[in-house]
């Protein structure tokens, strides 16, 4: 197991556009979680998924923020209409189901954001 | 409203010494208290946890206290190495109803180096 993959990288783009993360969880967890991390800051909470469904969304989550998880595999994240603000680490994770085994995520190692 | 803190953004410790980081929180709801350690250009690492029915969790080098009624952890490193040098992040989970899942809330981080 190649751990959870994260694409791309880095992206750097204008403000106004839009951009879109994608996430590759490990294989046998079924909840996968989504995070951001500012400068100095730890990661916050965004959104998390059992499977396909979204069960719970972050009130950071504005509307221009979707996320996916459209056949309980893979993930991705959008940010529609760029602004400075959302430059930012975006960090994958995923965990088992039940006990405290769900609690213990495993992290990618994150797509960087800058908005110019 | 930070509900988890860690006030030391820095820590420096000789090789073979002690290293102590210290984490505070304010929500009485979390139950679950994790570190986690990272690597520059990584996703954060997990490296120890526990459960708030517990008062210490030892894992090899690593020990995690507990202390409930002050609302304080403490992450113990014996001996430290140069290679634990990265950023510790410690982060807590409030369970409800008995279902886990891993929307952690995280503290600032504090930078540890080890010093040969």
């Known amino acids: 197991d190649t751990g959870v993959s994260q694409d791309p990288r880095h992206k750097i783009t204008k403000r106004g556009q839009n951009v879109t993360f994608r996430c590759d969880p490990i294989s046998e967890h079924n909840r996968l979680y989504w995070y951001r991390q500012t400068l100095g800051q730890g990661p916050e909470f965004l959104t998390y998924?059992?499977?396909?469904?979204?069960?719970?969304k972050s009130r950071l989550l504005s509307d221009r923020f979707s996320a996916e998880r459209p056949k309980g595999s893979f993930s991705t994240l959008e940010i529609q209409r760029t602004e400075q603000g959302d430059s930012a680490m975006y960090l994958c994770a995923s965990s088992r189901t039940g006990g405290s085994g769900a609690n213990v995520l495993t992290f990618g190692a994150g797509s960087r954001l800058t908005v110019l | 409203d930070q509900q988890v803190k860690q006030n030391s953004p820095s820590l420096s410790v000789q090789e073979g010494r002690i290293s102590i980081l210290n984490c505070d929180y304010t929500n009485s709801m979390f139950d679950y208290f994790l570190w986690y350690k990272k690597y520059p250009a990584e996703g954060p690492t997990f490296l120890i946890s526990?459960?708030?029915?517990?008062d210490k969790n030892e894992d090899g080098r690593f020990t995690v206290f507990l202390n409930k009624s002050a609302k304080h952890l403490s992450l113990h490193i014996v001996p430290s190495q140069p290679g634990d040098s990265a950023v510790y992040f410690c982060a807590a989970s409030a369970n409800a109803g008995g279902t886990s899942y891993g929307k952690l809330t995280f503290g600032q981080g504090t930078i540890l180096t080890v010093h040969p």
């Open positions: 526990i459960s708030s029915i517990k």
């Open positions: 998924f059992q499977n396909e469904a979204q069960l719970e």
